[in-house]
């Protein structure tokens, strides 16, 4: 255990970076069905925008993101205007980051994860 008020590590909570901002966030593809709903932006990266699949998108004006009915919040691919692409490899790098940070951790909890 650390000094009072310090965090142990293996109760102190994974940093996911700017990857927290996505409800999803994948490196391959989303795929959905009409009546799942998505709270929060969802992104691709680096696969293309058409790996996000059962979705019925709409590019916002600005081509930054795009919209879809099922999400409330944004979609984001690497094909879409910037700084999107830029915004989206930092992202994609932070949940790596977090994932290898995770995976390293003892599990002090008693269950498999």
Not at 92 to 107: I, K, L, P
Request: charged share 15%.
């Amino acid at each position: 255990a650390g000094a009072e008020g310090e965090e142990s590590e293996a109760v102190k909570k994974v940093d996911l970076g700017t990857a927290a901002n996505y409800a999803i966030l994948t490196k391959t593809g989303i795929s959905t069905v009409p009546s799942s709903p998505i709270t929060g932006d969802i992104g691709v990266s680096p696969a293309a925008g058409t790996y996000m699949t059962g979705f019925s998108f709409t590019a916002d004006s600005s081509a930054e993101f795009s919209r879809s009915s099922q999400v409330t919040g944004f979609a984001f691919a690497p094909t879409d205007s910037a700084p999107t692409p830029a915004v989206l490899t930092v992202a994609v790098s932070d949940m790596e980051t977090a994932y290898n940070d995770a995976s390293q951790r003892a599990n002090t909890q008693g269950f498999d994860i």
